[in-house]
């Protein structure tokens, strides 16, 4: 090493040291406390607050809030032990970058260091010092990593945090309250912290890119808690299927950020059906960096994407701990590469449920294809070939909106970003966009494998309905064979039933014998025979007769119409006041004496039009009275109905109800004679036109 890296720093130096690094108090952070102190803290602000415009607050369940309430009963349910456990499902790195070197460690070094998990961690003056020592005596703690100079002079500070996806519904419901509120520095606006909680319980790919306004809360009664940092914040948001056996005995509760669309697994195994259920998540990476100086327009900084410094967070929802488990190079840890990271990530986390998903179901479809092509008693195969077609037909939806939404990114939010990035900023980028595409990669292939085996699961089906039509067309045969079996052995018995039926009556003579018996029962076996054998001939030659009369018949009314139509122009040179659009002035048209019309109007109207009006009219829904009073009964003393009982209308009733039989004969009776007088009137008018034609 050169002797310049030899020689020890100035006092002047340190202070300029200790200057640059950032003086910072989080909102959470200000004393030592337990997870479940912090927790109550952050549920006590979000219950305290207190909005100038609150019209809504009661009637609209706000994403928040629901997340708050999935907290609380967490808390209700789990003790000390298991929040002690809680922080092993997230990880957490801290990374420094003073004067060009980045130093990198975990936030927990040793057991029950709380704090320095879930907030900024204030570098020691040694550790200050340490920062501008040359590459070689470059020490962070305890377990510091080596530093690169990468060339940015501006201090920074930042954490990149993980919290892990295949835990159960109130573990993440905490975890992400919990890591998103300890970003919060003192007394600052947490409406940036709502609005990505609320883009990430949507469900929905979504990328927010920073505009020109931050995202603030709304006007609050006590102000003091809306300080404005110099702040800026982006987010991605993709959704993704799942299998979550241990939200699956929670569906009915409330799992607040998944959506569980129906159970994969439909065997039983010990009388117990299997849990493992398809889920709808999202996944979502959080950049945020600030410089802890209160901003007065409250713009965003988005010169801090340009130049990183002050403090930076990379939060990442729903990832696989395993993809970040590998140590990565001191150069990539820049916030835009981590960013970058974390949407890679989110494409390696589709494809890695995607493919447990499409294992299961190519396993549940391989072990139905057997040897036979038939279904069982249980309908196994349809049900398997069904829920495999429904399922890869799910699974290609967040597919195609994932990766339209990936190349939208890619061609143009990411495009700026690796535009605008520091120079310190490109190794990252660079190997991220590179791991990226390979992602892409691997999930349109993955796409393709769950198109064919759904195209299989679809030709199978196909298969066992055709061979299942086929079986059933056999069948069918059979029981026309069958049939006709049955009407030879017809032919054959009624003969013989009918014989015996009529030898075994006592009005028949001494003479009939037992031999004669044989000699009826061969007259009617031939005589059914011939009727089987000549009944299609008969009704051959028998229908063309009734198809005639039924046209003739036809004629005889276009007839009567015609000549109804012509006799109706006369009527109206006649007399032009009657109403020509009303067909039943044509019915009325005279063809006799005036007294003579109206006397059989008047006759038809007494003894066939009234008895109709009065059972239509009067019987009929006198028979439904008891219903009318069934539905009545539930009304009574209602407040705006105004139904009461009295003892009269009761006495009243009983009568009602003591008729009903009474008039249900005289329905009868009307209904029989209005049938047979129709029919009279009508046979009566048929063979008078007859005659006339």
Not at 188 to 194: F, K, N, V
Not at 392 to 407: A, G, T, Y
Not at 558 to 569: E, G, L, N, Q, V
Request: charged share 20%.
């Amino acid at each position: 090493m050169t002797g310049t890296n030899s020689q020890p720093q100035s006092p002047q130096h340190d202070e300029k040291a200790e200057q640059d690094l950032l003086d910072f108090e989080t909102h959470y952070g200000v004393s030592s406390k337990r997870v479940r102190d912090i927790l109550l803290e952050i549920l006590l602000d979000m219950s305290t607050y207190k909005n100038v415009h609150n019209w809504d607050a009661k009637l609209v369940a706000s994403p928040l809030k629901m997340l708050a309430t999935a907290v609380q009963g967490y808390l209700a349910a789990s003790n000390l032990e298991m929040f002690n456990n809680l922080l092993a499902d997230s990880m957490v790195d801290e990374i420094l970058t003073v004067g060009g070197v980045i130093h990198r460690k975990p936030a927990i070094q040793r057991e029950g260091e709380i704090d320095s998990h879930l907030f900024f961690t204030k570098p020691s003056t040694n550790e200050k010092r340490d920062a501008h020592r040359p590459l070689e005596n470059t020490d962070f703690g305890s377990s510091t990593s080596r530093g690169r100079v990468i060339g940015s002079e501006k201090p920074s500070q930042g954490r990149i945090v993980y919290i892990a996806e295949h835990i159960s519904h109130g573990e993440r419901a905490v975890l992400l309250l919990l890591h998103t509120f300890c970003i919060r520095l003192q007394n600052e606006d947490y409406g940036y912290i709502r609005a990505f909680i609320e883009r990430h319980l949507s469900l929905q790919c979504f990328m927010k890119v920073p505009y020109h306004w931050q995202q603030t809360s709304p006007p609050e009664i006590d102000s003091s808690r809306q300080r404005c940092y110099k702040r800026v914040s982006l987010s991605f948001h993709i959704t993704y299927l799942t299998l979550n056996p241990r939200d699956a005995g929670a569906a009915g509760k409330n799992v607040i950020d998944r959506t569980m669309l129906f159970p994969l697994h439909h065997d039983k195994v010990g009388n117990k059906s299997s849990d493992h259920s398809l889920f709808k998540a999202s996944f979502s990476v959080l950049l945020t960096l600030v410089i802890p100086e209160e901003s007065r327009s409250r713009e965003e900084e988005i010169k801090l994407l340009r130049l990183p410094q002050g403090l930076w967070t990379i939060l990442v929802v729903n990832c696989p701990l395993r993809f970040v488990s590998d140590q990565e190079p001191e150069q990539h840890l820049t916030p835009i590469a981590q960013f970058l990271r974390g949407v890679t990530s989110s494409l390696h986390t589709q494809t890695t449920n995607a493919e447990s998903i499409y294992e299961i179901l190519r396993e549940q479809l391989k072990s139905c294809e057997g040897g036979s092509l038939f279904d069982d008693e249980h309908f196994t195969k349809s049900t398997v070939y069904h829920w495999t077609i429904k399922a890869c037909d799910e699974l290609k939806e967040p597919f195609d909106s994932s990766l339209r939404f990936v190349k939208k990114f890619s061609s143009s939010q990411l495009l700026e970003l690796r535009r605008d990035a520091h120079p310190q900023e490109k190794l990252g980028v660079n190997l991220w966009m590179r791991q990226m595409e390979d992602e892409i990669f691997v999930l349109e292939d993955l796409r393709a494998q769950v198109c064919a085996l759904s195209t299989q699961a679809q030709e199978s089906r196909t298969a066992l309905h055709g061979v299942t039509g086929v079986l059933e067309a056999r069948v069918a045969l059979q029981q026309g064979d069958r049939l006709k079996m049955l009407a030879y052995l017809a032919t054959l018995y009624l003969p013989l039933t009918a014989t015996s039926s009529l030898y075994s009556m006592s009005v028949l003579p001494k003479s009939a014998s037992f031999p004669s018996f044989f000699v009826v029962f061969t007259i009617f076996l031939l005589s059914t025979i011939c009727m089987d054998i000549y009944l299609p001939t008969l009704l051959s030659r028998i229908r063309p007769p009734l198809l005639d009369l039924t046209a003739k018949l036809f004629r005889l009314t276009k007839d009567s119409a015609r000549s109804i139509t012509s006799s109706y122009k006369n009527v109206h040179a006649l007399k032009p006041s009657i109403n020509l659009a009303d067909p039943a002035w044509v019915k009325r048209l005279p063809e006799k004496p005036l007294m003579l019309h109206w006397i059989s109007e008047w006759a038809w109207w007494i003894f066939r039009d009234g008895p109709t009006i009065v059972v239509r009219e009067l019987l009929i829904p006198e028979l439904f009275f008891p219903c009318d009073q069934y539905r009545m009964y539930p009304y009574i003393g209602h407040t705006y109905l105004k139904i009461q009982w009295h003892a009269l209308a009761f006495i009243r009733d009983i009568f009602r109800l003591a008729l009903l039989p009474i008039w249900v004969v005289v329905i009868i009776l009307l209904v029989c004679w209005v049938a047979v007088l129709t029919g009279l009137t009508w046979t009566f008018k048929y063979v008078w036109r007859l005659r006339r034609c």
